[in-house]
Nanobody, 126 residues
Framework: QVQLVESGGASVQAGGSLRLSCAASGHTFGWHSMGWFRQAPGKGREGVAAIYTGGGGTFYADSVKGRFTISRDNANKRLYLQMDNLQSEDTAMYYC????????????????????WGQGTQVTVS
């Protein structure tokens, strides 16, 4: 079991930066591929970025490539999302998610691939 708690959301002006953090509980964090998703009002949950376990690589939605960076600290059981040059269209609730231990998603951006979810942190860009 993995419990995930996001933090770092805030209201910022366009062009600004934020760093989201996701703290994980349990002893298996290093064996979970992880992702960040977002959901704007009236829209579906969208994959933003993912980072696979074991050096399996990182993945980004086209809309955030070059602006967002996903990273993880396995020793401290944390996942991060550095967001630069934020735009109004980035406004959403942001969620941290983990797949099952050792599982490699066939489609990194599919919410159905992820077993564990945090409660979300709100990002508002004006």
């Amino acid at each position: 079991q993995v419990q995930l708690v996001e933090s770092g959301g805030a209201s910022v002006q366009a062009g600004g930066s934020l760093r989201l953090s996701c703290a994980a509980s349990g002893h298996t964090f290093g064996w979970h591929s992880m992702g960040w998703f977002r959901q704007a009002p009236g829209k579906g949950r969208e994959g933003v970025a993912a980072i696979y376990t074991g050096g399996g690589g990182t993945f980004y939605a086209d809309s955030v490539k070059g602006r967002f960076t996903i990273s993880r600290d396995n020793a401290n059981k944390r996942l991060y999302l550095q967001m630069d040059n934020l735009q109004s269209e980035d406004t959403a609730m942001y969620y941290c998610a983990a797949v099952g231990v050792g599982w490699i998603p066939a489609t990194w951006s599919s919410p159905a691939e992820y077993q564990y979810w945090g409660q979300g942190t709100q990002v508002t860009v004006s």
